[in-house]
């Protein structure tokens, strides 16, 4: 009996086990981004008489998921006694020990060099190709030319072997915890075309570590909800309460002011949010605006209730099946991005450059907002106005999940219109009609 009970002790703990890893590594994977990662490269470019010369980049291949202020943090451990000499493009946080170097003074003696970025108005000796964005990263799918950054070292102290060793350990901060990164790799080595692409070279050694996202290791409260409305019901689906904690339980946390407060009157560096409900720094409203023959009009509206924080560079992935069909964006860029396994489309939108690709923090007046309206094309075959077709799945802001109100709570078809089958609603057509005729189809 006792080994009986033993053995299901043993059985049931290991599927718990078992779930667990298995949560863990399906957080890390995410099905609207199956590719992305950000990628760190070590380029020996050359070769000197105690070490060598090389060059390390930072490449962000998430499509939506950016690296925003105060920017990318990396650092390793060395496997000898490496220093680093100089370094361009970025620095080092700590000298260290360097008490044993008599005639020249490294940049850093540190065994686990701590490395940040040069702000943009870094000085002409502290640049280098690619460097000096205040470690700011643009998400690949928008802008391919900002999604990278880089910087040249020059590594020494190797004594009898120059050719050198792998880093170990990468960590990298971009800009909070959550990412983990690979072991660092001996790889094919990197070839940059010259000439105007009519020559290949080639760098003697190429080392690469493959860092990727977990919400789950981040440990972060949601930054984002979503709010529902349409023309046809005038209650509006409100982001659920507690969304991204309450102010009753996190009193110790979470500072929040009433409407009318001035940000000059709070205390500074601190995130203060207006006081919600929902308690989020950030609500996504989607509000059906017309039902013409064959097309939705929506109204796409990011509202920010920080009075501390402007959001630059932002950006919002909408899931929604009516994505499957043409969309016109009015105010914002978009993109429908490609996924694996996943049953709707998939939309990213973003500001246009000096026009509206900073979301401004709230002040005492009202919240700071952008706004954008979408008209999504019908797909005749699944049209119905059951289970809230028009509204989204999933609604992401830079890269992280908005909560979204209960399916069941979405704002329902007037005289419980929602609850019969579409083929025995015989009015559908006329309703449909003079909503086009009343709307005029005007843009």
């Known amino acids: 009996m006792e080994l009986l009970l033993y053995r299901l002790c043993c059985s049931n703990l290991f599927y718990v086990l078992l ?9 890390c994977y995410d099905p609207l981004d199956p590719n992305g990662n950000i990628t760190v490269s070590f380029d ?10 090389a060059r390390i980049t930072i490449q962000n291949f998430y499509l939506y998921r950016h690296v925003d202020k105060p920017g990318w943090r ?17 620095f080092a946080t700590h000298q260290g020990n360097c008490s044993s170097f008599k005639f020249q003074t490294p940049h850093s003696c540190m065994k686990y060099p701590d490395i940040l970025d040069w702000m943009p108005d870094a000085l002409p000796q502290n640049r280098s190709d690619a460097c ?8 690949w799918a928008i802008n391919p030319s900002k999604s990278f950054s880089s910087f040249e070292m020059t590594v020494g102290n190797l004594g009898g072997n120059p050719t050198g060793y792998r880093p170990l350990n ?31 070279e080639q760098v003697y ?40 904690g309450c102010r009753e339980s996190d009193q110790s946390r979470t500072l929040c002011t009433s409407q009318g407060m001035s940000p000059s009157d709070l205390v500074s560096d601190t995130d203060i949010l207006q006081c919600t409900d929902h308690m989020c720094p950030l609500r996504v409203h989607w509000h059906i605006k017309n ?12 509202s920010n209730y920080n009075l501390g924080r402007n959001y630059s560079n932002w950006n919002v992935l909408v899931q929604h099946p009516g994505f499957s069909q043409n969309s016109t964006s009015y105010s914002f860029n978009s993109i429908v991005l490609p996924t694996i396994g996943v049953p709707d489309e998939v939309a990213l939108f973003w500001g246009i450059e000096y026009y509206n690709d900073e979301l401004l923090q709230a002040d005492k007046v009202q919240v ?3 706004t954008t309206e979408i008209l999504l094309r019908k797909d005749m075959d699944s049209f119905t106005l059951r289970n809230g077709w028009a509204f989204p799945r999933r609604i992401y802001f830079n890269g992280e999940n908005c909560e979204m109100p209960l399916p069941d709570t979405f704002p329902m078809l007037p005289n419980g219109g929602s609850r019969i089958d579409p083929p025995h609603w015989s009015l559908l057509p006329i309703v449909v009609y003079l909503t086009y005729k009343i709307s005029g189809f005007r843009f």
């Open 291 to 302: 039902n013409f023959l064959d097309h939705w009009r929506v109204k796409l509206t990011i």
């Open 170 to 200: 990468l960590t990298l901060l971009a800009p909070g915890p959550g990412y983990t990164c690979s072991p660092i790799i001996d790889t094919d080595p990197t070839v940059s075309s010259v000439v105007g692409g009519r020559r290949e």
């Open 132 to 139: 000096c964005k205040g470690g700011i990263l643009d998400a």
């Open 205 to 244: 050694r190429t080392w690469k570590s493959t860092c990727t996202f977990s919400s789950y290791l981040a440990n972060k409260t949601p930054v984002c909800c979503v709010s529902l409305s349409t023309f046809y019901n005038a209650a509006i689906t409100a982001c659920p309460n507690c969304s991204c």
């Open 74 to 90: 990396i650092g390793w451990t060395w496997s000898q006694n490496e220093v680093i000499w100089s370094m361009s493009g970025a």
């Open 368 to 370: 700071g907002s952008v």
């Open 19 to 27: 779930v667990i890893i298995i949560c863990r590594l399906s957080d």
């Open 44 to 53: 020996i470019l050359q070769y000197t008489s105690d070490g060598y010369v």
